[in-house]
Every structure is written in C-alpha cells, then in structure tokens.
C-alpha cells in the first residue's frame, strides 16, 4: 500500500496524521531511538506520539512496505535488523542517480551555486565542531538535496530518499566527529569540481563519497553484529 492509497482509505485528518507517523517513526528507527530488534505495538506507539491507533496501523504497513518492519499476524511487530544487501542496493541506487546530478550540475552550474553549497559546508562544520551528530546529520541530507535542486532535479532526490533507508541507518550509526569531518572533506571536492565546471572530476568526488558506504557496513557489522540479520 502506498501513501497515496492510505490517503484514499483514511479520513483526511486521519491521512495526514498517518503520514506524520510514518516520518516520525522512519526518523526514529534511522536514528536508533528505535533498535534493530525492538519489538513495537501500536497501542506503544499510539501513546508515544499522541495519535490514534488507526494511523499508527497505517504508518505500519508503509514501514513494513519500506523494509523497517517485520509485522507478524497474532506476534509482536519488531524494528527489522539492517539487511547487508539492501544497504548495498541502496548505494548502488544512490549512486547511479547521484552521479548524473553532479555531472549535470557540473555541466552548467548557476551563479549562486557556489554560494549555496559553501554556505551548507560552513554549516557542517559548526555541526561537526559541537560534536552534533542529528544536526550534522540533517544538513548532509540538505547538502544533497540542494544539489538535486540546483541541478533542476529535485524530483530525484525523492526517489533516492525512499531507496536508502538502510544506508542511512548504517550511516547513522558511524556519524561521529572525524566521519563527519571526512563527510566535510568529501563535500568540498564535490562543490570544488562543479563549480569549476570539471564534470569528470564531480562524478569521480560523488563516486568516491559515495563508495565509503562498503567502508561503513563493513565497520557497523563488526561493531553492532546484533543490529543486523
């Protein structure tokens, strides 16, 4: 069931209620407010968000749809351990689309182009100084994001945004002080080469960037074997 059939069978109100949850509950498991193995219900998950039970009931089909949960019929429904290949897939998902943002972007980059992303940059770094994981975490999102936009692509980065979730709860796991300053390093390399306009050097710091995710999975197996099937 996707969102747009959950707005079909719910209450407006409802709907977007079930919507909220869903993003709040996808952030809470990416995060680790949630674990790898908790085992969840909706009556829990209803009070700890202050919603009805029906949303929650929808917002755990889309999540289970997404591959964050294992609902069992007449057993408890558990936060789904990070499966190894779909962190894989979703690299290579990301990296397919992101490297055509670059290289478009790259090809003819705006004026305020450099501005923008150096602005981000600065702001991770103030993010990265306080040692302030979340933050740092949201604004890499931006960075991304904004590259899509400027790109004129933004649609894309949605489609990246539904395919990375287990990236992203890897990723998650390993931000700290000197990963988000390598992250920083990386950023730069990427903006240096598309505001010069350089194309092959933008795909080849996207490529780069992106390919530390085998580097990370590797690292959170050893680390947090549990966390993951």
């Known amino acids: 069931?996707?969102?747009?059939?959950?707005?079909?069978?719910?209450?407006?109100?409802?709907?977007?209620m079930s919507l909220r949850v869903v993003h709040a509950l996808r952030d809470d498991i990416i995060t680790m407010s949630l674990k790898p193995g908790d085992v969840i219900s909706e009556s829990d998950i209803a009070g700890r968000y202050g919603v009805s039970r029906q949303p929650v009931r929808e917002a755990f089909i889309r999540l289970a749809q997404l591959g964050l949960l294992l609902i069992r019929p007449k057993r408890?429904?558990?936060?789904?351990?990070?499966?190894?290949?779909?962190?894989?897939?979703?690299?290579?998902?990301?990296?397919?689309i992101e490297v055509e943002i670059v290289r478009?972007?790259?090809?003819?980059?705006?004026?305020?182009?450099?501005e923008v992303l150096n602005g981000l940059i600065i702001e991770?770094?103030?993010?990265?100084?306080a040692d302030d994981s979340r933050r740092f975490h949201t604004l890499d999102e931006l960075f991304h994001r904004t590259l899509?936009?400027?790109?004129?692509v933004e649609y894309a980065w949605q489609l990246i945004d539904e395919h990375k979730i287990q990236l992203d709860r890897v990723r998650y796991l390993t931000l700290g002080v000197s990963s988000?300053?390598?992250?920083?390093?990386?950023h730069k390399a990427i903006v240096s080469a598309v505001v010069a306009g350089d194309v092959v050097a933008a795909e080849a710091?996207?490529?780069?960037?992106?390919?530390r995710a085998e580097v990370l999975l590797a690292q959170t197996i050893t680390d947090f074997p549990e966390y993951f099937e």
Request: no cysteine; charged share 25%.
């Open 180 to 186: 988000s300053q390598r992250a920083i390093s990386e």
């Open 148 to 152: 899509a936009r400027l790109a004129g």
């Open 76 to 96: 408890a429904t558990v936060i789904k351990k990070i499966s190894p290949e779909g962190v894989r897939q979703s690299r290579f998902i990301r990296e397919s």
């Open 124 to 129: 991770q770094e103030e993010a990265s100084a």
């Open 205 to 211: 710091a996207m490529r780069a960037h992106l390919a």
């Open 1 to 16: 069931m996707t969102i747009m059939v959950m707005a079909e069978v719910l209450e407006p109100g409802e709907a977007t």
């Open 104 to 114: 478009r972007l790259a090809g003819q980059p705006g004026r305020d182009t450099a």
